[in-house]
């Protein structure tokens, strides 16, 4: 198991941007593929965004064009990029490896309103 720390959210308007920040540990940090989650209340938690140990990058649907996943293996930190905020992206946020087989982190709320 790789844990990790989210930071970041905040409270944002419609078509705003937030960087948040997912901290690792441990020493296969490099060979995992790892994602972003979230959680909106009364729903599930859903991979919005996945990062492979090479780079490789893919997005739901409704984040792409507006949402970059990227890693930096030498810091073990994975990074989201998300503009043009919409209300409907207001949840929790959460990485983990693309199978989420590492324990969840408190995750970082991110709320979207006007």
């Known amino acids: 198991q790789v844990p990790f720390v989210e930071s970041g959210g905040g409270l944002v308007q419609p078509g705003g941007s937030l960087r948040l920040s997912c901290a690792a540990s441990?020493?296969?940090?490099?060979?995992?593929?790892i994602a972003w989650y979230r959680q909106a209340p009364g729903k599930q938690r859903d991979k919005v965004a996945i990062?492979?140990?090479?780079?490789?990058?893919n997005y739901v649907d409704f984040v792409k064009g507006r949402f970059t996943i990227s890693r930096d293996n030498a810091k073990k930190m994975v990074y989201l990029e998300m503009n043009s905020l919409k209300p409907e992206d207001t949840a929790v946020y959460y990485c983990?490896?693309?199978?989420?087989?590492?324990?969840w982190g408190r995750g970082t709320q991110v709320t979207v309103s006007s």
């Open positions: 983990n490896t693309r199978f989420y087989t590492a324990s």
């Open positions: 441990g020493s296969r940090f490099s060979i995992t593929d």
């Open positions: 990062i492979t140990s090479g780079g490789t990058t």
